[in-house]
């Protein structure tokens, strides 16, 4: 064979490649095309969940994999841990507002933290992103956020010149934080609550309790004309209370499980509409208001979950 024999041979089999690539290249264009218009298609004829599950299943065909090793993941999978860290991060910068003084903004910081913390785990439901990772990321996430982060913001506004009996009472709701994330970890391993008290949380969550905790630096931004309720000796008896709520067997209504009658729904609405502008007119007076009503509820969520405790013994029964 010639030198031009093999030029050209070397040639076509150039050319076969440059074919075959351009012709991957356009089959992969072309099913990608059919593909969107079809998810398109169908999610405009499917309306409500089925539409948005339609939606999400095209938001994971079209957004990368990170890779490692031999396994892919989803990028999706990442964004509740994501909303978690950013939960951190705002609980965490809390105290850094607390050191400058600025208590309005800590405690903004504290309810953005819960506001985020509710949307991860919504999040990772809506997407089937939910791992043991992210649940372990989440609680260790709580626990220096509504834990650690609002016992030292009222120590540095009420305690600071009380010396170590304020710290004892910072130290007692920090271990009780800890003590109630360890029994909800727990039991929500083991399953040990019965379906019929769903609706109920045992003792307050963490969430609520840091709430609960910054109350009296909340009535004190409502009116800042009187400090009785920066007083040590209440701030004590109170930050006591709310973390003996925490690890206490007291069941508490859980807000994600009301079931709201249609007789009730508009009267609600309305309720909700009221509050929210008195949320953007006057916040602290507000929360101050919510908390303590919240406060109020326990008598009622105790005295609903031993109704429905006895009713259930008599269904055994029989």
């Known amino acids: 064979m010639t030198m031009e024999d093999d030029k050209v041979a070397n040639d076509r089999v150039l050319g076969k490649r440059a074919v075959n690539k351009v012709t ?25 969940k089925k539409k948005w599950t339609a939606l999400k299943g095209a938001l994971q ?19 509740p841990n994501l909303v978690t860290l950013l939960g951190l991060c705002a609980g965490v910068s809390s105290l850094r507002f607390a050191l400058m003084e600025q208590w309005n903004f800590a405690v903004v910081a504290i309810i953005v933290a819960t506001f985020l913390d509710s949307m991860d785990g919504a999040l990772a439901r809506m997407l089937n992103a939910s791992s043991r990772f992210g649940a372990e ?49 727990t039991r929500s391993i083991e399953g040990t609550n019965p379906t019929w008290a769903q609706g109920f949380f045992t003792g307050t969550p963490i969430t609520s309790s840091a709430l609960l905790c910054l ?21 004590s008896l109170w930050m006591a209370a709310v973390g003996f709520f925490m690890i206490s067997p007291i069941p508490t209504f ?23 502008t008195a949320l953007i007119s006057h916040p602290w007076h507000t929360i101050s208001i919510i908390m303590i009503l919240y406060v109020c509820t326990f008598p009622l969520s105790y005295r ?12 055994e029964k029989d």
């Not at 909340?218 to 800042?224: D, R, S």
């Not at 007789?263 to 309720?271: C, N, S, T, W």
Request: glycine content about 4%; overall charge positive; proline content about 6%.
């Open 215 to 235: 109350t009296p630096l909340m009535i004190y931004l409502a009116w800042p004309t009187q400090t009785l309720s920066l007083h040590p000796w209440i701030v």
């Open 254 to 276: 859980s807000i994600k499980k009301v079931e709201i009658p249609p007789k009730f729904l508009l009267p609600i609405v309305v309720g909700l509409v009221i509050t929210a």
């Open 137 to 185: 990321l989440d609680s260790l996430s709580d626990f220096a956020t509504f834990g650690v982060s609002p016992a030292l913001i009222m120590y540095l506004i009420a305690f600071k010149e009380f010396g170590s009996f304020g710290w004892m009472f910072v130290l007692w709701f920090v271990v009780c934080g800890a003590l109630r994330l360890a029994r909800f970890n």
């Open 24 to 48: 991957k290249t356009r089959a992969k264009t072309a099913m990608n095309a059919i593909a969107n218009k079809t998810i398109t298609k169908s999610a405009s004829k499917i309306p409500g």
């Open 304 to 315: 609903s979950y031993k109704r429905l405790e006895a009713e259930m013994d008599l269904v």
């Open 61 to 79: 065909t079209m957004l990368p994999r990170a890779k490692k090793g031999k396994k892919t993941y989803l990028l999706t999978a990442m964004l």
